[in-house]
């Protein structure tokens, strides 16, 4: 009943769902938790969250997490903005304290849905955070919502950050570059700044920097890479061959 209730999205049954949560079967509660999340109202929102805690915000435990962040996702989409972005505000809160990076990457991309224009922002505070991954998986949900301004302000990050940092926003605009038309955008901003990476002694920021110049067509982003070829460490003249090879 509980699955066809889940199938059939009977909204009716949120009242009598709510209930059953509190049923000592954990089959018949991961399938309450998954009908709620389905059928759900924001009235439902403080017992998914409630069941997320108990699970310390993990994902893939007895679905509680999930449940509860497919239900903010549904309050959003029926137009309860202010709730949802409380509710993944409060979500992402949460998992960081317990150290729960994807249930935290998930809270970031409802957030970054509920209000685009501050994508950049969640974006910069990420940057700040320990976890290479949180800070790449932010990176890539702001793709979506990424604009001249806040590739632009990224770019002019890249001087204030550490080399860590560095390479994760060189090599998420790398990837951004591979789309023609954010491609465009993005390298008359960074050839200037990619070139002056090129000098670095790390091996991988000069390697990320000389894959974004080799997506470009301006003729003093191929003359750098072609300077490296003299250089004489055999790895330089090896990146700058690659970087060539892919112009």
């Known amino acids: 009943i509980i699955s066809a209730i889940a199938k059939l999205q009977v909204s009716e049954a949120e009242s009598i769902l709510r209930q059953s949560l509190n049923t000592n079967n954990p089959d018949k509660r991961k399938n309450v938790l998954y009908a709620l999340s389905r059928v759900g109202s924001k009235a439902s929102l403080k017992d998914l969250s409630t069941a997320a805690e108990k699970d310390n915000y993990t994902m893939g435990k007895d679905g509680a997490c999930e449940a509860y962040i497919s239900l ?46 501050g994508a950049l922002g969640l974006v910069q505070n990420a940057l700040k955070d320990n976890s290479r991954h949180y800070r790449y998986a932010a990176l890539l949900s702001a793709s979506d919502y990424a604009d001249q301004n806040m590739y632009n302000e990224l770019i002019k990050s890249l001087k204030k950050v550490n080399t860590d940092v560095q390479l994760d926003i060189l090599n998420w605009l790398g990837s951004e570059c591979d789309m023609p038309d954010k491609r465009k955008i993005i390298t008359p901003l960074i050839t200037a700044t990619s070139i002056e990476l090129l000098m670095e002694k790390n091996r991988d920021i000069k390697k ?28 330089t003249v090896k990146i700058a061959q690659n970087a060539l090879s892919s112009t």
């Open 208 to 235: 990320s920097a000389a894959n974004i110049l080799s997506k470009t067509d301006e003729l003093k982003a191929i003359e750098a890479l072609a300077y490296l070829l003299n250089d004489a460490d055999p790895n």
């Open 72 to 117: 903010i996702k549904r309050i959003m989409s029926e137009g309860y903005i202010k709730d949802a972005e409380k509710a993944a505000n409060d979500l992402m809160k949460k998992a960081q304290k317990a150290g729960k990076t994807q249930t935290r990457e998930a809270a970031l991309q409802i957030l970054m849905s509920v209000n685009p224009a």
